[in-house]
């Protein structure tokens, strides 16, 4: 079974061109797809379709289906999405909403109707992960963008979801938050977990099992 794929996928943004045209992808478990293409080819569109961000909360023209573990994203609750499935975009701090590294991890957890205990172990085992541990009662604010998107990462992780779609991800990162975030997707592969990456760099593709380019529209597969 494929953890997350795409049938058929086309959409138009209101009053706009059509951007993705029967657009079809796959990640299996335990297995790192890239993703890469031009500006403005449409791969944070496609990001915000595999993560049901489209058309839940933005509007366009969507035609296809969304599979998580063969299910279709639309016909699941919110809830059951988010422990499936998680976004890491480039900008962190589009994604940070709360005045504490602490509540912003509760966040998710506490969401979900998880005790205290178990919500007290996810946010040291997702700081830990990102080698945030020390930063548990910092304000935002005072962070690094650097340190924000491990934060934005560890968010996503307490909410131990098995697919994880990573938007460019790495563009604010330095050389050390850069090898921090890779080892962190190489052991969420290690444990099964499927990976969907959006990068045009050439120094993360050691990460990857396969490579999609998206280019007018239409998504194929590209040799490594």
Not at 195 to 215: P, Q
């Amino acid at each position: 079974m494929r953890a997350l794929e795409g049938r058929q996928i086309s959409f138009t943004y209101p009053g706009g061109k059509p951007l993705l045209s029967q657009v079809n992808f796959s990640v299996k478990p335990g297995e790192c797809v890239i993703l890469r293409g031009p500006s403005g080819s449409g791969k944070t569109t496609l990001c915000h379709i595999a993560a049901g961000i489209i058309p839940r909360s933005i509007s366009g023209d969507f035609q296809g289906e969304i599979l998580l573990w063969g299910q279709e994203l639309q016909g699941l609750s919110l809830a059951q999405v988010v422990q499936e499935l998680g976004i890491l975009m480039q900008n962190p701090d589009a994604q940070l909403f709360f005045p504490t590294v602490e509540d912003e991890l509760a966040f998710g957890p506490e969401n979900l109707c998880l005790p205290r205990g178990e919500i007290a172990l996810r946010i040291a085992e997702a700081l830990g992960a990102v080698e945030m541990s020390t930063y548990r009662l910092a304000e935002i604010e005072t962070l690094s963008q650097g340190q924000k998107q491990r934060i934005a990462l560890a968010a996503v992780l307490a909410l131990r979801p098995r697919i994880l779609i990573l938007d460019e991800a790495f563009s604010q990162l330095d050389t050390a938050s850069t090898a921090i975030v890779q080892g962190v997707l190489r052991r969420q592969k290690e444990l099964g977990h499927a990976i969907f990456l959006v990068e045009n760099g050439e120094e993360h593709l050691h990460l990857a099992d396969r490579l999609y380019e998206l280019r007018d529209g239409e998504v194929r597969e590209v040799t490594l």
